[in-house]
């Protein structure tokens, strides 16, 4: 079964409530009706619902940036996962780098996240990668490997029909440095591989795997053409609709 495409853009601490709704409707106008390739936009939590609303309809879908671990209670300025869905919004991310080294979530951190995550049926899309310095040590795979097992290890496939995993090396991320597709590629087939010592391989063929690391429209083709990238999950470049509407037609049609 070939694996449907799917580009998210990740809108991090961007837009005030006008600028998300018109770049909402701007990625609309420009991919709403997009076969072929699953699009996802993951606007700021104030925005979940007005962005919702906009793409209320139409192909693309909306997902939160994080979660909170817990269902609820007094946990003051986190959001739950319900509430999440109560939006609208039907997909997370889950450790995300800047997350991790901003925020300080830590391994265990992010798998109680994609617990939470699941339990209320959120598509979760898992972030892993290396920073510079791990890459410069050899420790690439090592890194991958170890948050790919703390994370998914003991879960059940059937619970994870959804997951999406994106590769994205946190050199890479927002730093202009694009890793070339050999070394995303390479990495990719690193992931799935180990996605198939955990989970079978059956699960490891059938998962997708963005690439994500300043991708752009001008060299998003040669990471396409890669065959265990099955899309991209782009920052600063979803910020701006033609340009992240340029990503997801860089791609070769099959
Ligand atoms: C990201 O936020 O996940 C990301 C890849 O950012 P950028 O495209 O800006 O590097």
Redesign the pocket.
């Known amino acids: 079964m070939p694996r449907t495409p799917i580009v998210g853009g ?1 809108w ?1 601490m961007n837009t005030d409530l006008a600028q998300a709704g018109t770049l909402a409707a701007e990625v609309r106008h420009r991919l709403g009706s997009q076969r072929g390739c699953d699009v996802v936009v993951f606007p700021p939590f104030p925005f979940l619902r007005p962005v919702t609303e906009r793409l209320d309809g139409c192909r693309v879908e909306v997902g939160a940036q994080d979660v909170a671990t817990e269902a609820k209670g007094a946990f003051t300025g986190a959001v739950a996962g319900a509430m999440i869905a109560s939006c609208g919004a039907s997909w997370v991310l889950i450790g ?3 997350r991790r080294s901003v925020f300080g979530d830590s391994d265990a951190v992010v798998a109680k996240k994609l617990s939470a995550a699941l339990a209320v049926g959120l598509k979760p899309v898992l ?1 892993v990668g290396e920073s510079r310095s791990e890459r410069e040590a050899g420790q690439t795979f090592a890194v991958v490997r170890r948050q790919l097992e703390s994370a998914l290890a003991g879960l059940a496939t059937d619970t994870l029909r959804a997951l999406v995993i ?1 590769y ?1 090396p946190v050199w ?4 202009g440095l694009v890793a070339t597709p050999a070394q995303a590629q390479e990495v990719h087939a690193f992931v799935r591989g180990t996605v198939a010592d955990l989970l079978g391989r059956a699960f490891a063929d059938a998962v997708r795997l963005q690439y ?4 752009k429209a001008d060299n998003a083709a040669g990471l396409w053409a890669q065959p265990d990238i099955d899309g991209f ?6 910020l701006e609709a033609e340009g992240f509407a340029a990503i997801v037609r860089a791609r070769r049609a099959d």
Do not use: R, Y
Not at 233 to 238: I, Q, Y
């Open positions: 990740n991090k995300h780098s800047e972030c994106a994205e890479a991320i927002g730093t994500g690391g300043s991708v999950l782009v920052g600063g470049a979803s």
